[in-house]
């Protein structure tokens, strides 16, 4: 990761790496080689050891992804949170995932002040401070994420940057995204789609993505067209809301496609979309444990509604109780 984020920033400086949907000011490749650096140093300065894992919570989603990347190329791991989330799911999280600090532009819950580093709001933007002496980690990163709890009891689980960027680069690759690709992300940061198919297809593939804190419906495809969006990272219910145009409303040329993940995607629905929009509808199946990305549908030729596609850089099979492969019809386990 560190490696990736120094070439980045060398050779496409000056590109814009994240946009923010509002009016804040973005980030390019080469402020983003900065910002690590500098929370390099912040680290050392902390005590934050390499291989510990860092709390993460911020309103702003650009400055979140920022300071989760550089947690990641420092050699640390990360653990982000939900901003809205309550004093006592924090507290909950907190000792769930031990972090050694929290980073966040929120108080800390009462009682469980330590460790927590309050961050005000724009601290975390370009322009960085310059470098401290510390350097870049030559560590593992990783990201602590606990599970959405749709198949069972949510867990912890822990994923190292090389499942990530195996993921990311996966995803990057079956999408063709190219440096002159303009990604859009509505969905949170601290799951691990947003975190992978967002953040980390983008910066191995050296585009550019813009970041919303939330969807919002009205004025959708005016914002599109606005940021010269050409993919949508999206879910069934974003693509519900989305596949009845309003009154006078106007889908901009250039969307190559919308990829829908995280739950399953209604066929009705889908067609609406397509038909409304002229946009297609890549449907993808992963998990948190997974590192995201399983299964999707092709880019390019047939795609099958209702279904979550083929395998892309995963060995999957669907096996019966005994673990023997199950007969074409025969429902069984999936196994990755």
């Known amino acids: 990761m560190a490696e990736l984020v120094r070439v980045r920033s060398v050779h496409a400086g000056d590109d814009v790496y994240l946009e923010s949907a509002g009016d ?16 390099a140093g912040r ?13 993460l919570g911020l309103s702003d989603p650009v400055e979140l992804a920022v300071v989760f990347l550089a947690v990641l190329a420092t050699g640390r791991c990360v653990a982000p949170f939900d901003h809205s989330a309550t004093d006592a799911e924090l507290v909950a999280l907190r ?7 929290v980073i966040s532009d929120r108080r800390a819950p009462r009682g469980d002040e330590g460790g927590w580093l309050t961050m005000q709001p724009g601290a975390c933007r370009s322009p960085f401070p310059p470098p401290s002496a510390g350097t870049p980690s030559t560590g593992t990163g990783g990201v602590v994420l606990s599970t959405s709890g749709t198949t069972g009891v949510p867990k912890v689980i822990r994923l190292d940057e090389a499942q990530l960027l195996h993921t990311a680069s996966a995803v990057a690759d079956h999408l063709e995204l190219a440096p002159s690709d303009r990604g859009f992300n509505a969905l949170p ?17 050296g585009a550019t993505i813009v970041l919303d804190g939330r969807f919002h419906r009205l004025g959708f495809w005016a914002e599109m067209a606005r940021h010269r969006v050409t993919w949508i990272n999206a879910v069934p219910a974003i693509l519900a809301r989305l596949a009845v145009l309003e009154e006078g409303e106007r889908v901009p040329a250039g969307i190559r496609f919308a990829r829908s ?4 995607l209604a066929v009705p629905v889908l067609e609406r979309f397509e ?29 099958k509604p209702g279904s979550v596609g083929p395998p892309v850089a995963a060995e999957v099979r669907v096996v ?17």
Do not use: C, K
């Open 189 to 205: 940061l601290f799951h691990i789609n947003a975190e992978v198919v967002g953040l980390l297809a983008t910066l191995v593939s």
């Open 24 to 39: 804040a000011p973005g980030v390019s490749y080469g402020e983003l080689g900065r910002a690590v650096a500098s929370w």
């Open 261 to 264: 993940a995280s739950a399953p």
């Open 95 to 101: 000792r769930r995932t031990a972090p050694r600090i």
């Open 275 to 303: 038909r409304s929009t002229g946009i297609p509808v890549v449907e993808t199946y992963g998990m948190t444990e997974a590192a995201s990305q399983i299964t999707a549908n092709p880019l390019h030729g047939p795609r």
């Open 320 to 336: 019966t109780g005994d673990r023997a492969p199950a007969r074409h019809g025969e429902i069984g386990s999936v196994e990755i």
């Open 43 to 55: 680290f050392e300065q902390l005590g934050v050891a390499p291989g510990a894992t860092v709390g």
